[in-house]
């Protein structure tokens, strides 16, 4: 085979452009590119490429699998476009005709593009497989394929690398050995020749009618296949592989796309410590299977997108070495016929320890089954895990099977074991099967935990057994919750639907458990935002919402304090974090592949989140209540321990993060920084330790939840909890709260009284640790003063006419409105009874973000306009206090033991919003100037728009409140009786 020299210069052209942050690699001459769809990446265009895929007529489908002689024949053509990235780009799509519906698929990406006419653009962050469905074209599909960088690219002048630069290359069938390197470059496409050796097994009778021969076969130790170009093995006919590994060692497969394969594509036969990153495979022929393990240990399939045929990942077992240790993640997978994550059907010899983990279905029009166990022989398969898995369409579910098949060499009469499908969410037709074969051969010990079909939670009477199979258990550790949301008005409905698609986006998996990160490029836990985020998000997925509070309970230190955040390892974003530390043996633990920082307080909105999603979880788990009330003590006593250095009795605030207030011009001067570890206070510095509003509404928060918990507990500590809150909001009110000013304000290191005017009055008041009349006087004398906090977009971080205000666009507490302020803003006012501020509130941030549908962190406090628009699009806080205000208005929200019911109305729009709570479905229902509120279709109350129903969870009506902020008066019917009352702004109405 002769070397493409001349490849270098070519790729070194292909990866240059106007951005430095991607990679466009131009197609190679000679190549027919597809005419369905432009692709454009900050604005330089893509190639797109056809590629063939399974017809979209289920019989033709049906041929392409049985009739073999005949498979190429039967297709459809599909598209797609590949290029790398290093920082958050903006892609365009345009098609000929105007563009009316888009799916960007997996929804888990959580992208919701704009539209405009006949193209589409969206902000994609990092590297993933998508794929476009446009105006319901779901087979002629655009799959866009954004990778990372290439590190280490090999040199072609090196012996060891079989190095393919630009252009079209057909090659004979080639045995890759020992220290070899097969690179493609991108833009490179590599056409086997019809010459693969046709050698076929003959251990058995079923193995015979299967060739082992293939275009690259890997024998030997420390192999790579890497590049970004394209493997194209549309000049092979039927049943020859793409790649094979035979007895292979140490080998990795990264980056490359294999297109049309003629057989099974990447098989792996008695391999060992294999690693599969980053693959792209699309195939539409006869036994075209995507990735087959078969006799090999320690394998890892990573991020890989896969659409064929026949079976996506599977794995068996012939007579030879152990099948075991594999683990399968993070992938996409479109099923066309076949099984999408399997083991089976031939399994010679014991399969154990195989994980399905975080993959996303994205289609599914197969005749098989998506998770399966497919035993048709007499070995033991044992230790099978799948987790974390997202179906959006299916036509069979699941299934575990012992028995007889054309497949079975020699006897059937297996055991399958120990089974677990774990946070698992599907939609389809679900059916779940399990069969054993015999009172000998059966299915024993499977679990299913946190299974959702359709909305709702797996229950045992949805998994059909027949008497071979033992010790079914369903379990599900939290209850099933799930938002639905519907309205004629299509400037709120296209808003909801944008915040939840950038919610959804937000969750990731952490430590093997599923989370809502902050997101906007913040990638980790903060406990500013991810306790109170997740509490929030419990209303659509109460286990993720769970986690975000477990996980600080889980990495909170002996001596009581909470981590400031927590980020995974892997993140680009945590060297950058690390950086700017003062790094001490307590101060970042690295534990499971997360670092816990103890650099920092980073806030606490912890405690009344803790507590509500135990309300929320319905279940009253007083393990995990038990586990809180310690958890929240122990940070207590390390609050009073540590930050009341001076002993004062007020506690103080160390360093700028302390308050997560990045940037604030209030603390100029300071020589401390961002960060400082440990248990000593600063020394020195003329700002820090600040005595600190904040630092005591942390305390007070924590011991009136504490006091609450108590009582739940019913552990005789309720009175004593009390007492102790007081205590903090006695000395909050006489040490830092000026009544001439009507404000509190901190005190620096000299005790000298710090002036500035800061929104973290409404912070205080968030945790409740004002009294009434200091909130009633904050509110009325500066958060509703124009020329303070209430500018045309109001909440601004520092008061406008303070001399410390800045308006400045980037992360920065000196003046903007932030999304976290608009948050917290809710409990804030709610605990106070200012009802009708959070309309004014919540109203001006729906108007305002509704216009671009885009989630930054920071809002212009005059113009409106969003701060960093371009590259903060999916910060968490903005999205969720935005969903959060729509449940307020127009839905449910759940408060310890009430129920809220927003009768808002909009303009006498129709709005429908479902909260799906534990079988239960609270509907609030909107038409014209009325709103009607039911539990499982029955109908608890109906009235005049403009208040807040408030209710016990069996739907018993407590008061009624008007959040309009005007005068109302409001009809309403109870129990079929009518009545009318008038109402002032923020008037509660009780009912008798």
Known sequence: MKKIFWGVLALATACSGKNEHIRIYPAPEGEELSAAYTVKVEGETVPVYQVKVAPADNDLRDKAMDD????????????????DMNKPVTVTVSIPEN???VKILPASAGIVPEIKGNSLSFALTEPRKLTLDINGEWVKSLHLFANPFETDTP??????????????HEVDAMEIGDNKTLYIAGGAIVKPKDNAPHTYETKDSYSLRHPVGASFILKGKHIKVCGRGIIDASLEKYLISTIRMDGAKDVKLEGVILRNSSGWTVPLWESQDVLIDNLKIIGYRANSDGIDIENSSRVTVNDCFIRTLDDLVVIKSFEGSKTGDITIRKCVLWNQLAHALSIGAELRTDVDGIVFRDCDIIHDQGREWLLRVFHCDASLIGNVLFENIRIEESQRFISLWIGQERYTNGKAGGNIRNVVFKNIEADGNLPIELTGYDPAHKVDNVLFQNVVMNGRNLTLQDVKANDFVTNITVKNDLVETAVKFSTSDSFLGNLYKAADSVCKGNELDFAERRVLIEGGGYPGLWLETQPMGGEMYAKRNLAVGMNNVLLFMDYQRPDGRFPGNLLLQDEPFHEAILAQMKRSADAVVIQDGITQLFTHLQGYCFPYHALNLWYWNKKRDYNYLQALYQAMEAFDNYLWKYRDSDGNGCLETWCICDTGEDNSARFDGTKVGWFLAGETPPQGDPIFPVESMDAMSYSYDGRKMLAKIAALLDNGKEQEWLAKAQTVQDKLKSYLWDDARGACFDRNTSNAVMPTLTHNNLRAMYYGAFTQEMANRFVKEHLLNPDEFFTPMPLTSIAVN??????????????QPEGLTYQRAIRALENYGFYSEITLFGEKLINCVGKYNTFS??????????SEASTRKDYGPMALAVLEYISRFYGVHVQFDEIYWGALGRNKHEISYTQHWNGDTLTVQTNGGATTGSIDGKEIFCVSNGVRVVTDWNGNIAKIINIKGKPLNVEYRINGKKNTVKLQPNEAYPIK
Do not use: C, H, M
């Open 68 to 83: 073999k002689e005949n498979t190429a024949d039967f297709f459809d053509v599909a598209a797609f476009a590949y290029f």
């Open 99 to 101: 563009i009316q519906t």
């Open 155 to 168: 040199d072609p002048n090196d012996p060891n690398v079989i190095y393919f630069g630009p252009g079209i």
């Open 802 to 815: 303070d001399p410390t205000f800045r308006n400045i666009s980037e992360n920065n507490w000196s003046g």
């Open 857 to 866: 962190q920071q809002i212009d406090p005059f113009t409106g306009e969003l």
